[in-house]
């Protein structure tokens, strides 16, 4: 076999990645992928929002909304000037657990979101999975899932 040869074979079973990621580098990525999400939906970045998910995006946020990517794009439009609902400020994300199989990561996150309604903050916390795809152009987000965290009574 000639050198040109075994560069397309390598390629091939790379898939078109030239460069395999460590397993390290891949969840250091897809964390950072899931911070830049956080970003562009507080900030209403909808191309960065756009870039970051999958065409066949679903997800399930955590008021049990089943949501395609459209509808997410949507969800991180500006409110109207004049619209009373809570709005996002801030997203505090932790406790982040990364898993990374083969071009697929499962991340597990803890997400406390800040709303902001009428002068007053709203804290709610949730738990968040997401699915992450890499190819060629990089980590999609392909599947989401957050559920309300709810606090036990005090007595």
């Known amino acids: 076999m000639n050198k040109t040869e075994i560069l397309a074979v390598y390629l091939l079973l790379m898939g078109g990645n030239a460069i395999a990621l460590t397993e390290e580098e891949a969840k250091a990525q897809v964390i950072a992928q899931e911070k830049a999400w956080s ?22 946020d955590g008021r049990g909304f089943v949501t395609d990517k459209a509808a997410e794009l949507k969800e991180a439009e500006p409110p109207a000037p004049d619209s009373t609902a809570p ?69």
């Open 39 to 60: 970003d562009a939906v507080i900030h209403h970045d909808i191309a960065k929002v756009a870039s970051l998910l999958a065409d066949d995006f679903i997800g399930t």
């Open 87 to 155: 709005r996002l400020v801030r997203e505090d994300l932790s406790d982040f657990t990364a898993r990374i199989y083969a071009d697929t990561a499962i991340l597990n996150l803890a997400n406390t979101a800040h709303f902001s309604s009428k002068g007053k903050e709203t804290t709610i916390k949730y738990r968040r999975t997401t699915v992450w795809v890499h190819d060629s152009s990089g980590w999609r987000c392909v599947s989401f899932h957050a559920s309300r965290v709810v606090e036990p009574p005090t007595d």
